[in-house]
């Protein structure tokens, strides 16, 4: 069956490094991926978007690389902050437009 | 974008007994969705609620347990049944406006005894 998963449950980074949170997804005929932050007592709250037709994105410090010959997604986090800890989830759509969700990894940032 | 409220924000229910949560959404969409989320875990799509008909359920979801309305454009309630420890989640809505961005309410937080 069709499975997002991440790598790794847990991050934990200085505040100004870089934060790198991989994805991996098995459904190839997922065509638009989505990367999610959820603060505790939240809903996730929508990052950055990627189409299968691009394999880089890049918003406000945060950039999505999409590597589709391995099936493999990452959320790039340029200069962490504190406010930047939460769990984040890949998402990767299906022609029917469902969402299905990865496991989540929780970054931590220490100040 | 789009500002959605959910009702309750948290409950603490007694086995055996039902809750109704509503969804309410400041803008029109043409799609709305219930997730569970379980404590530490992902979200998992229980169904898509279809406007003026019956909603669509995931494998594993029925509608016995979980009903689902959807008056209008702007509104949905999921309702629990029959409620059992096991049901102890947090329930999401979320929209899809015109675009495929997907947006999230904040969440019921349901504990059963």
């Known amino acids: 069956g069709e499975s997002v998963g991440l790598h790794l449950p847990t991050l934990s980074v200085q505040e100004g490094d870089n934060s790198i949170i991989n994805c991996a997804y098995s459904n190839s005929a997922s065509d638009y991926f989505i990367w999610y932050k959820q603060e505790s007592g939240k809903g996730p709250q929508f990052i950055i978007d990627i189409r299968s037709n691009m394999d880089k994105r890049q918003g406000q410090r945060v950039t999505v690389l999409l590597n589709k010959t391995v099936k493999h997604l990452s959320l790039q986090i340029a200069a962490t902050q504190p406010g930047d800890s939460a769990v984040y989830f890949c998402a990767e759509n299906t022609n029917a437009g469902k969402s299905t969700f990865g496991d989540g990894t929780t970054l931590t940032v220490k100040p | ?113």
């Open chain 2, 1 to 113: 974008s789009a500002v959605i409220s959910q009702k309750p924000s948290r409950d603490i229910c007694q086995r055996g007994t039902s809750l109704t949560i509503q969804c309410q959404v400041d803008s029109q969409v043409t799609m709305m969705f219930w997730y569970r989320q379980q404590p530490g875990q992902s979200l998992t799509l229980i169904a898509t609620a279809n406007q003026g008909s019956e909603a669509t359920y995931e494998s594993g979801f029925v509608i016995d347990k979980f009903p689902i309305s959807r008056p209008n454009l702007t509104f949905s309630t999921l309702t629990v049944s029959n409620m059992s420890p096991e049901d102890s989640s947090i329930y999401l809505c979320s929209v899809r406006t015109g675009t495929d961005t997907q947006y999230f309410g904040p969440g019921t937080r349901l504990t059963v005894l």
